[in-house]
């Protein structure tokens, strides 16, 4: 079955760095795109970033644009998200999700993405 399996969450000073990874399996990579999206406690989950796994089309949040990329490597079935220069609004758990889709451009809408990780948690603080 599709399972995504989040890593690489932890303790971080602002100005530092974090990869996740989303471990993907029970599906072609290739065909489908990947969401990240975070919550941060009291709040709704916010979408991040997205990419098309088919052609590597990607798409950000302007408040994590120039600092955050998102990548893929189709052969180990895994997205990451390299995140730069975090700030403490940068705080909460991050997911993974799965959209149905080969082509096209990758949705910013919770709705339109299937499956989900546990998520990772993400603390950015001195």
């Known amino acids: 079955q599709v399972q995504l399996v989040e890593s690489g969450g932890g303790l971080v000073q602002p100005g530092g760095s974090l990869r996740l990874s989303c471990a993907t399996s029970?599906?072609?990579?290739?065909?489908?795109?990947i969401g990240w999206f975070r919550q941060a406690p009291g709040k709704g989950r916010e979408w991040v970033s997205c990419?098309?796994?088919?052609?590597?089309?990607?798409s950000y949040a302007d408040s994590v644009k120039s600092r955050f990329t998102i990548s893929r490597d189709n052969a180990k079935s895994t997205v990451y998200l390299q995140m730069n220069s975090l700030k403490p609004e940068d705080t909460g758990v991050y997911y993974c999700?799965?959209?149905?889709?080969?082509?096209?451009?990758?949705?910013?809408?919770?709705?339109?993405?299937?499956?989900w990780g546990q998520g990772t948690q993400v603390t950015v603080s001195s």
């Open positions: 990419i098309v796994n088919s052609d590597g089309t990607t």
């Open positions: 029970g599906f072609t990579l290739a065909s489908y795109r």
């Open positions: 999700a799965t959209e149905s889709g080969t082509f096209g451009y990758c949705s910013n809408s919770f709705y339109s993405y299937d499956y």
